[in-house]
């Protein structure tokens, strides 16, 4: 036997090396490609539009669309839905990049043409972050007393999305219906579109004034199958116009050295008109079978108001000719 007696072992702490534990910015989950967005180090303030930028051989277009290796995305979802319509800058402009925790970019086949395959770009945001709010207001005011204004305010829950837009101004800048106004009121909204601007051909002053509101319910909010949808969407959109004209010419006809012919020329016109617009379809996919109920309302009236006043002289002022009329018309048109 080996007595070893009593052995004392003193203690000792050994550090590990420190390890990093990093998330690939890009990886394939089947045939899915997907783009993890807390890889990607960007301001606070950067949005998906910022994200994707930054991914090599994406290209965000200044009109919204996408294309992954020259390829166009043509359907863009957050969460398996559609954001607000059908326009994909409001997805990439108002969802910030920490809402989101990755981008899914996967084909999957065309309802229409099921041998053909549509290429879809998926925004999957972190948990408790499907419900948001963003909004825009801006207001000017200029020589002459010009002012314009408009608002937007945008609402949306894993079933609900909800739009509320205003605007008011007499510079011509009037919008033609309301995804236009929801368009032009994203958080960095940086591009070239040109549709909502001042219309400097129309002549006169024009004051305009719109107000409407959309809303999107899906009936089936946790659905993750394309070919599954029950959803109901409605818009209503109003705009009241008001344009004046003044006009005053004075011509001088020259007949002879000694006989000129001085005519004076005054006109105004005064016109308004009313919109009311009202547009709802439901949408219901079920494997095979489709069901699609659409209406649409549309009611416009107005009043056109037009005076015209002309005078002729001669050498001597004294009055040749005279012309005066006034013409009034009322329309009322529904559909």
């Known amino acids: 036997l080996l007595d070893l007696k009593t052995l004392v072992i003193s203690p000792k702490d050994i550090n590990l090396e420190e390890v ?34 930054k991914v090599p051989n994406i290209t965000v277009w200044g009109d919204g669309i996408i294309t ?36 899914q970019i996967f084909n999957t086949s065309d309802r229409n043409k099921p041998l053909d395959s549509n290429l879809v770009a998926n925004l999957k945001l972190k948990k408790g972050k499907d419900r ?96 599954n949808k029950s959803s109901l969407t409605a818009d209503y959109y109003f705009k009241n116009l008001e344009s004046s004209n003044l006009g005053d010419s004075f011509t001088i006809t020259t007949i002879a050295d000694d006989n000129q012919l001085y005519s004076n020329n005054n006109s105004s016109s005064f016109n308004t008109s009313n919109r009311h617009r009202l547009n709802s379809i439901y949408n219901y996919y079920k494997k095979s079978h489709r069901l699609d109920l659409s209406e649409s309302f549309n009611i416009e009236k107005g009043e056109n108001n037009s005076t015209n006043i002309r005078s002729a002289q001669n050498n001597e002022r004294q009055l040749t000719s005279s012309n005066n009329s006034v013409s009034q018309n009322n329309f009322n048109r529904s559909d």
Do not use: C
Not at 27 to 48: G, R, S
Not at 76 to 99: E, S, W, Y
């Open 20 to 53: 990093t534990v990093t998330v690939p910015p890009i990886t394939y989950n089947n045939d899915t490609l997907e783009i993890n967005a807390i890889a990607f180090k960007l301001d606070t303030n950067a949005t998906v539009e910022d994200l994707l930028k």
């Open 68 to 103: 992954v290796n020259g390829k166009e995305v043509k359907q863009l979802t957050v969460n398996g839905k559609q954001f607000f319509g059908a326009d994909n800058k409001i997805a990439l402009q108002n969802i910030p990049k920490n809402a989101l925790e990755k981008i």
């Open 132 to 227: 948001s709010y963003f909004g825009k207001i801006s207001a000017g005011y200029g020589s002459d007393k010009h002012y314009q204004f408009d608002g937007n305010l945008n609402f949306s829950t894993p079933k609900l999305q909800l739009s509320v837009i205003g605007a008011s101004n007499d510079i011509n800048k009037i919008p033609n219906d309301i995804n236009t106004l929801i368009r032009n009121s994203t958080y960095k909204g940086v591009g070239t579109s040109v549709e909502y601007q001042s219309d400097f051909r129309q002549t006169g002053l024009n004051k305009g004034n719109v107000a409407g509101a959309q809303m999107i319910y899906n009936f089936t909010p946790d659905s993750k199958e394309w070919n």
